[in-house]
């Protein structure tokens, strides 16, 4: 009989844990009451339970700040500040409920927003009795990445949380698995491998075909990104595309004449990756507790069984190639070197556990699908939005160094466009394709705030969250116009002023020992086929009457007069990477 998390989670953890201990504490003093209290009936000796657990919980709850105070005095150290509630209901749970709310139902990342001007860049959520800080300061994400990197590790909440779509790939992995991974999977990432566009060339040309046939009709372009990288991935990781550009692309809303969702016309593929991701993410702001929201069972099972039941053939035949090489090499005495061969060719070289080949192909699918198709959907959104001056100088520079119509671009005219690479830098400072990150410590430790030099005490199992996002539109670190979509920064004294100074502040790619080992592949991605886009097209152009109803920002967003919020076109959400909601509807001609 196959439980599900839900019920093995209250089996294995509440019920022992908590509900047993009550049970027993409940029954003792029930008896002791009673006998005590004979003739005040069984109301009086309830209220009387209740409130004795009460007071125990709170009594547990003392100690262990009592602990801790006492500890972060022996590293010289204070603690975190603690975030409480408006109405100071144990566990933090109205704050808990009432960040769910904002992440349902406003701004990308509003609630840690609105809370740092209160706060600073440094708090304590405090959940359910955990230590779950969160940060915006650099200092304090280059201790977690950097400094400290081998005492803050994914850590379990984590991982098992993650682990039904992600397995121990190299995103979901600690500790020697994680450097496993790290070590199989780098040197497929060498220069000469991403610095070949013959995928990107193949499958551009096919999303650019897509548009043309649309006759100047919007299109939703976030779905045209993400039907690019997902073809040129699978085709990078598999060494076959899973050919999403195959199917018919979405209906503007006004052209609809059906309920069909733009999901509905996607490959299964392509459909079920994307709503094992969103399912998935929704149980890491919950915490450890997300098996309680799924009692009844897992709903994303099914689109991981479809996953695998994609990719596990695929892996089949690659360890047959294997063996078949291998035969041949024993006949023959020779085996010739495959120095164009894909990274599921590369994986069987070193293993034959088809676990371990799946989890990692799908990881990187994760990271060459979504992260990418983000970044280029993005920054076409700014290109759209934003002062048209950006886009011709965008064009003149495509122009000048590429050439106009079929000119393909090279890897060293790539690299040559620098207004290019710094429309990309502003774009992920602004709208980075992670948006946050967590990690969870392995020892104490304590960090020390480089302005004003106070030390604060990280215990033991304490998870740490940080919004990349928020800390690239921090005023104090990238000046008084960091709101503001400038490609120019980059180029100009500023750079030099703020940037540079300070790197751990931008970070699209991670840091540390676990940057991202992809970033020149999806760098030099996103840059082609922006490059083959503006070649393409001379008229683009923002179409807000394609949008399906509810799925632009709502009008009240406009009176918001600090941060992006009231001047965003369309309705930034994230799940493990960022989106659109609704999509990114464009006309192009």
């Not at 204070?78 to 406003?106: C, H, Q, Y």
């Not at 199992?461 to 960091?482: K, V």
């Not at 503006?534 to 632009?552: E, H, K, R, V």
Request: aromatic share 10%; hydrophobic share 40%; with cysteine.
């Amino acid at each position: 009989m196959h439980l599900s998390h839900g019920l093995r989670y209250l089996l294995v953890t509440v019920i022992p844990g908590t509900i047993i201990p009550a049970v027993a504490v409940f029954a003792s003093i029930h008896f002791c009451v009673s006998r005590s209290l004979p003739t005040h009936g069984n109301g009086t000796i309830l209220s009387l339970d209740v409130l004795v657990i009460y007071l125990m919980i709170k009594l547990r709850s003392a100690y262990d700040a009592r602990q801790e105070a006492n500890l972060a005095r022996q590293y010289n150290a204070i603690e975190v500040p603690i975030l409480r509630g408006r109405w100071g209901l144990p566990g933090n749970i109205d704050v808990l409920v009432s960040m769910l709310k904002t992440i349902a139902a406003d701004y990308n990342h509003q609630f840690p927003a609105n809370l740092a001007p209160i706060w600073g860049d440094l708090w304590n959520y405090k959940f359910w009795g955990s230590n779950m800080i969160f940060t915006t300061n650099p200092a304090y994400v280059k201790q977690v990445l950097a400094t400290d990197f081998s005492i803050w590790v994914k850590g379990d909440d984590i991982t098992i949380a993650l682990r039904d779509l992600l397995g121990d790939g190299i995103f979901n992995s600690d500790g020697a698995m994680w450097k496993f991974h790290r070590s199989v999977t780098r040197p497929f990432f060498a220069k000469d491998r991403v610095a070949d566009f013959e995928i990107f060339e193949k499958h551009s040309e096919e999303a650019i075909m897509k548009i043309k046939e649309r006759g100047g009709e919007p299109v939703d372009f976030q779905d045209i990104a993400g039907r690019f990288t997902m073809d040129s991935a699978t085709a990078f990781l598999f060494g076959e595309s899973v050919h999403s550009m195959s199917t018919p692309l979405a209906l503007p809303y006004t052209a609809q004449s059906t309920t069909a969702s733009s999901s509905s016309m996607e490959i299964p593929f392509a459909s079920a990756f994307k709503s094992a991701l969103e399912g998935y993410s929704m149980r890491i702001p919950v915490g450890k507790t997300w098996p309680l929201w799924e009692i009844t069972g897992d709903k994303n099972r099914p689109y991981v069984k479809l996953l695998h039941d994609y990719v596990d053939p695929i892996v089949e035949r690659g360890l047959s190639n294997k063996r078949k090489l291998a035969l041949a090499r024993r006949e023959e005495g020779d085996e010739p070197a495959d120095e164009n061969g894909t990274l599921l060719d590369h994986l069987v070289s070193v293993t034959d556990d088809k676990t371990v080949i799946r989890d990692e192909l799908l990881n990187l699918l994760l990271a060459g699908r979504d992260t990418t198709a983000h970044a280029i959907t993005a920054v076409v959104y700014f290109l759209v939005t934003e002062d048209p001056k950006i886009m011709a100088t965008l064009r003149r520079e495509i122009l000048d160094v590429v050439g106009p119509g079929k000119a393909v671009p090279t890897f060293d005219q790539i690299k040559e466009m620098k207004y290019l690479r710094a429309i990309a830098n502003e774009t992920l400072r602004l709208m980075p394709s992670v948006p946050g990150n967590i990690r969870c410590s392995t020892e104490a430790s304590v960090w020390t705030d480089p302005a004003t030099g106070v030390r604060h005490f990280i215990p033991k199992g304490t998870r740490c969250m940080w919004s990349t996002q928020l800390m690239g539109r921090r005023h104090d670190l990238w000046g008084p116009d960091a709101d503001v979509f400038d490609p120019m920064r980059w180029l100009d004294e500023r750079n030099k002023k703020y940037f540079l100074s300070n790197p751990f502040m931008f970070l699209p790619f991670h840091g540390g020992p676990r940057i991202c080992l992809g970033q020149q592949f999806a760098l030099n991605e996103m840059s082609f086929f922006v490059t083959r886009l503006l070649q393409s097209f001379s008229d683009i152009s923002f179409a807000p009457d394609a949008f399906a109803p509810g799925t632009l920002p709502p009008s009240e967003w406009k009176a918001h007069t600090s941060g992006r919020k009231g001047v965003e076109k369309v309705w930034m959400k994230s799940h493990l990477t960022m989106y659109f909601v609704g999509g990114l509807w464009l006309r192009m001609s």
